[in-house]
């Protein structure tokens, strides 16, 4: 099964709001759109991933992310948040495919491979609806919705307990922690650092943060 990944992004100058506040010498906007840059290039390398479908309304984001390969969808009118977000690109999708495999992915995933994520669609699969947890536990990296079910959102704060309530399968993978890393604080950073991060967040860390060994 090949997916569909809807990623969202939040415009740059509001991005990373808590990685800034607890150390303001990191550049937040060029890190959020680093993050998103690298993420959405390892996604686009995936062998399960048909496309990347991102859901923001920054126009210098939309205009680098689209030069990636990724189509660009504005948000939902009236906003409504990240969850309000993730239904509308889902809906987006199916409405020109309507058995199209959808699955979410953060845009703060750095460090994230190619193969692990493959490995974490490929288990997805198995189910109807699916998340990987995020490297605290509480939250959410992934949630995938199988061709006929409906994504079902619920992110924000403790995602992971509410995609399990939902009736998602919690997945649950050893080796692929750059799937569940995301980046909300600069511990997190230097997490994804430690993995090993892509080139446009290591060139943006450079100085600012020890960067860790550029991811392949």
Do not use: Y
Not at 59 to 74: H, M, S, T
Not at 130 to 154: K, N, Q, S, W
Not at 183 to 208: I, K, M, N, S, W
């Amino acid at each position: 099964m090949r997916w569909t990944l809807v990623v969202p992004l939040k415009p740059l100058a509001a991005a990373k709001s808590r990685l800034v506040a607890g150390a303001g010498r990191l550049p937040g906007p060029a890190l959020a759109l680093a993050f998103a840059l690298d993420t959405v290039g390892a996604a686009l390398a995936c062998g399960s991933v048909r496309d990347v479908a991102v859901v923001t309304r920054d126009g210098r984001a939309g205009a680098e992310l689209a030069a990636l390969g990724a189509r660009v969808l504005p948000e939902p009118p009236g906003g409504g948040g990240l969850n309000a977000a993730l239904a509308h690109g889902a809906r987006s999708v199916r409405a020109g495919r309507p058995h199209a495999a959808v699955a979410t992915l953060n845009a703060d995933l750095p460090a994230l491979r190619p193969v692990e994520l493959g490995r974490v669609l490929d288990s997805a699969a198995e189910f109807p609806r699916a998340f990987l947890p995020d490297a605290a536990g509480i939250g959410t990296t992934v949630l995938a919705a199988a061709p006929g079910m409906e994504l079902a959102p619920a992110f924000e704060g403790r995602s992971r307990a509410r995609h399990r309530a939902s009736g998602a399968w919690e997945i649950a993978l050893e080796g692929v922690d750059s799937v569940r890393q995301d980046v909300d604080t600069e511990l997190d950073l230097r997490a994804a650092l430690a993995l090993g991060v892509g080139p446009r967040t290591a060139a943006v860390a450079a100085g600012v943060l020890m960067p860790g060994p550029q991811a392949h």
